[in-house]
């Protein structure tokens, strides 16, 4: 009995020194750890004592504020543009995320399970368009929306960004690795191809579907470029292009930083709440 | 048999919405930049087929030669610097256990975050009533002209997309690192290899794959920066940031010369494709 219990009592003692040596040899690298993140996180930090500095007092970085305020923050939440600019970003995230996984699972199941002439051809056209930089069509993208009529309209700013080749081919991949045998049994109890992909294939995919419904809501709220040429008033423009129109000159910085500081909230609350998913998939997924 | 008749047309009827929206946005748009390039497409719709005429006033253009050589400098320095802190930030985190996930978290933070935020709080940042000019003045050091002198400006705009961006490299770098058995490691170390030693001839190799992958994805990000230099210079001081996309944007969307801007996309392209073939170049033989 007395050996049984003074052994693990040794070994987590030797577990313990043996810490102890290597936190001897890495506690330096530790200290440039914690130096690097620190250094790293403090333009955000900076950016929130400013936002929360009262308007045209001294602050950061000439000295720490006297008192903290939330007036700047309300006065940019109270101003239309804002408000308009920040409904027009969930409106552009949230409509792409949902019609990109629904277009993309069903493209991805297609690819993956199903048989139908030029399907090879397809993909690879698909992937092979991942080779050409959306800036790089940006002139004809506009010229063609615009003759559409689409210039300064939703539609025009959402539909052009829900071709996503990123998007088919990750579907398409994990919906590979489902067995064969899921689908075959749903179709010889006579349901029918819809049914399928909606009972079988959303299902099982959920996990793959939130990670790129993540990745595609922070494309989509931080994208700047097409919501910039194609959003030319209030009524459509995005809140990072509308953040650009607003100019230090005119605006006291206290302003501008909680502009800023608001604009950054959805994008930390996914970090916050889904970092270790966003972290994975990166690392399994390569996704950008 | 019934199945196999029906899986041609619901294969096709489930690729039909991407098919739709590739072949209108992003295929049709494609062969379009080509096509547009070859007129002087201007803003009323109007155009006349030049031949190759665009294709000459480029290399007649002095601007355009001046961009290109912007656009190379800026990548050769954002490339290896972003590297380098990825590669230091994931070995860090790699050697280090203690809360470890609290400064990957810290340093994965700005990625999720846009380049126009990065762009809002570093402009402040590089001003001369800004953060780092504060510092310095405490210091009695300075004020830099960080965004004033063209020589500096390149640098202090790729520091901004390598703060933004490094999170993404570091995690794909971090797995890598975890892939390689640690019996490697360990065995070297019973023969008396040193840390350094262990890196240069186990780590270092065995990560070659991944690090050729970062050096290409961001390659390719270094040749598509637009946000930052749009929010922080505009293309100035004296075309110094005028980079290939910005010079799509400006004869594009500020001269409304849409055929010479397809022009500049053309050469964007040539790059990122040139870019991408070499990297497949190279996975291939890696597996072969």
């Known amino acids: 009995m007395t050996i049984t219990a003074s052994r693990p009592v040794a070994a987590a003692g ?66 239309s543009g804002f408000a308009t600019w920040t409904l027009n970003s969930v409106i552009y995230a949230g409509v792409s995320v949902v019609i990109i996984l629904l277009t993309a699972s069903m493209a991805g199941y297609a690819f993956a399970k199903k048989r139908f002439p030029g399907r090879e051809a397809m993909f690879w056209t698909f992937l092979a368009t991942m080779m050409v930089p959306f800036q790089a069509t940006l002139i004809p993208t506009f010229v063609l929306v615009n003759s559409l009529n689409g210039v300064d309209t939703f539609w025009g700013l959402i539909v052009p960004t829900l071709a996503n080749s990123q998007a088919v081919f990750l579907m398409r991949q994990f919906i590979l690795g489902l067995p064969d045998e899921l689908f075959d049994a749903a179709k010889v109890d006579g349901a029918s191809e819809w049914r399928v992909y909606w009972t079988i294939v959303v299902p099982l995919t959920r996990p793959i579907l939130a990670t790129l419904g993540v990745f595609v809501f922070l494309w989509h709220w931080n994208d700047f470029l097409w919501p910039l040429v194609v959003g030319q008033s209030d009524a459509t423009r995005t809140l990072t292009v509308g953040l650009t129109t607003l100019r230090t000159e005119e605006l006291q910085l206290s302003v501008l930083m909680s502009s800023a500081a608001v604009s950054v909230v959805p994008c930390l609350l996914v970090f916050f709440l889904l970092q270790r998913y966003l972290v994975n998939s990166i690392a399994m997924t390569g996704l950008k | 048999m019934r199945h196999r008749l029906r899986d041609p047309v619901t294969g096709l009827l489930f690729v039909l919405p991407v098919l739709v929206l590739f072949l209108i946005f992003r295929i049709f748009p494609s062969l379009g930049a080509a096509g547009m390039s070859l007129t002087n497409w201007n803003i009323g719709g109007e155009w006349d087929f030049i031949g190759a005429d665009n294709y000459a006033r480029l290399l007649d253009d002095v601007n355009f030669w001046l961009s290109l050589r912007v656009t190379l400098v800026y990548a050769a320095v954002y490339v290896p610097l972003t590297l380098l802190v990825a590669l230091g930030t994931a070995l860090l985190l790699h050697q280090v256990v203690f809360m470890r996930g609290l400064f990957r978290g810290m340093l994965f933070l700005p990625y999720v975050t846009s380049f126009v935020l990065a762009g809002i709080i570093w402009r402040w940042i590089y001003e001369f009533d800004g953060l780092i000019n504060g510092l310095l003045a405490k210091a009695d050091l300075g004020p830099v002209a960080f965004l004033e002198q063209s020589a500096v400006v390149l640098p202090a705009l790729a520091v901004v997309s390598v703060w933004k961006g490094f999170g993404y490299s570091m995690l794909i ?44 994805i961001e390659t390719i990000s270094a040749f598509q920066t637009f946000d930052t230099i749009y929010v922080m210079t505009g293309g100035g001081p004296a075309r110094a940031t005028y980079t290939l996309i910005y010079g799509i944007y400006d004869h594009g969307f500020r001269s409304f010369d849409f055929g010479y801007a397809a022009t500049w996309g053309m050469v964007l392209f040539a790059i990122v494709l040139v870019v991408s073939l070499v990297q497949r170049r190279f996975l291939d033989r890696g597996n072969t």
């Open chain 1, 14 to 79: 030797a577990v313990r020194a043996a810490r102890r040596r290597r936190w001897r040899t890495t506690w330096p690298l530790a200290a440039l750890l914690a130096l690097l993140s620190v250094l790293t996180v403090s333009p955000f930090v900076a950016m929130f004592v400013v936002a929360l500095s009262p308007a045209g007092r001294p602050t950061v970085p000439t000295r720490w504020p006297e008192s903290l305020t939330l007036d700047n923050i309300t006065r940019v939440l109270a101003s």
């Open chain 2, 173 to 216: 770098l971090l797995a890598g690192l975890k892939s390689i058995p640690s019996s490697y490691l360990e065995a070297a170390t019973v023969d008396g290899a040193g840390a350094w030693q262990r890196f240069r001839r186990i780590t270092l190799p065995l990560l070659k794959p991944t690090i050729f992958f970062v050096l290409v």
